[in-house]
């Protein structure tokens, strides 16, 4: 029996029925685009590496369990297992992030950077903001959408790509551009954001 051969919904029965060698196959099918994925999101190899071994070691435990019910989509299961492991590596590193002021070396709480801001201050915010607001209208369709999506609604890049029917890298490129957009608008406008 080939298993290279095999569409995914074989191996996993395969695997099923107990043929180890038929989640291998698997791993190493869609080894490529997971990896990449993952390396795109996190912008570090052995981080990278990492991740996508933590993401398959959850895929063959859910698959040992009998947790995944084919769907035909096992690729974008396992996508979806590669997100939610880098969602919780920049969660666990947010959390790591956190200093104490007398791991600072300093006040933190006396500092300025962290204190209320003034009226002016205020007033130059909103200025601001308001600016960007104008800008962002004269965006393609598109690209304003995203920027809404995501500024104004705080939506995810998965949310925005589902809510449009988008690719999430489709997503991104619209954002990309959006942003590439508005620093020349902000140039040709000669506005000062800061």
Do not use: P
């Amino acid at each position: 029996m080939n298993l290279t051969k095999m569409n995914d919904r074989e191996l996993l029965i395969a695997y099923s029925s107990g043929n180890g060698d038929a989640v291998s196959v698997l791993i190493e099918r869609h080894r490529k685009r997971i990896y990449d994925y993952i390396r795109m999101m996190v912008k570090d190899s052995d981080l990278a590496d990492d991740l996508f071994q933590e993401t398959f070691i959850k895929v063959v435990k859910s698959l040992r369990e009998r947790r995944y019910e084919d769907n035909g989509k096992f690729l974008a299961w396992v996508m979806r297992i590669a997100h939610n492991q880098v969602i919780d590596h920049f969660r666990r590193q947010k959390q790591q992030n956190n200093v104490r002021s007398e791991d600072a070396g300093y006040d933190l709480l006396n500092n300025k950077k962290y204190s209320d801001r003034t009226v002016e201050e205020e007033m130059i915010s909103d200025q601001i903001t308001s600016d960007i607001r104008k800008l962002v209208e004269f965006l393609s369709a598109k690209q304003k959408e995203v920027v809404i999506m995501r500024y104004y609604l705080d939506m995810s890049f998965k949310e925005i790509a589902d809510q449009t029917g988008v690719s999430i890298n489709t997503a991104l490129g619209r954002m990309r551009y959006a942003l590439i957009n508005l620093r020349k608008l902000i140039e040709e406008k000669q506005l000062v954001l800061n």
